[in-house]
């Protein structure tokens, strides 16, 4: 016999039984379905089991996802190794989040101290406001003879805020109390 001959017998049985053994491969779900879903199931408890061991929640959408995915029968150690690389990486990635989230609550946290002491800043401020207004009171309580020599020894930003602090009849009486020149500032000043 001929090589040819030979070569062209045994291609019309190898390519039938080549494209049968693919299509087998894709068909199997839907001629043994059964059998089929049995695998399925057994992976998700497996998978299920591993997420527990791990601490992670069951994620049975990836599960099914993946094992739709891959329509035929997989050696259990490719799919325990490939499952297991996928747990890590979510492990790895699940730790460094919790370590970027442990970091945010520490400066939310760090804020959150600084913030009652900027109110108490803000309190200190009104306090010495008042108090401020107490001494206003006392220093223009004298009369105008005795508060002019007092006034006159002030510095611009003295009077400035003397001045912004006392009331109307208070700032008739500085006004009075201080020289010309002095008093032309003081209302130059106050006017930019």
Known sequence: MNKAVILKIAGLIT???????????????????????????AQEEKLDAEFEALGLPAQEDSVVAVLSDTTMVMDSVAVDTLVTDELQLALEENTLLHKRVDSLIAEIEMLKANQPEETDAEDIQELSKEEFAQRIKSLLNLEEDDLAPILEKMTNEQLVRL?????????????????????????????L
């Open 15 to 41: 390519v039938p039984l080549l494209v049968m053994i693919v299509a087998m491969y894709f068909l199997y779900p839907y001629i043994n379905k059964e059998e089929y879903n049995e695998l399925v199931q």
């Open 163 to 191: 001045y912004n602090g006392g009331g109307t009849i208070q700032r008739e009486k500085i006004l009075r109390s201080l020289n010309s020149d002095k008093a032309a500032k003081l209302m130059t000043e106050i006017m």
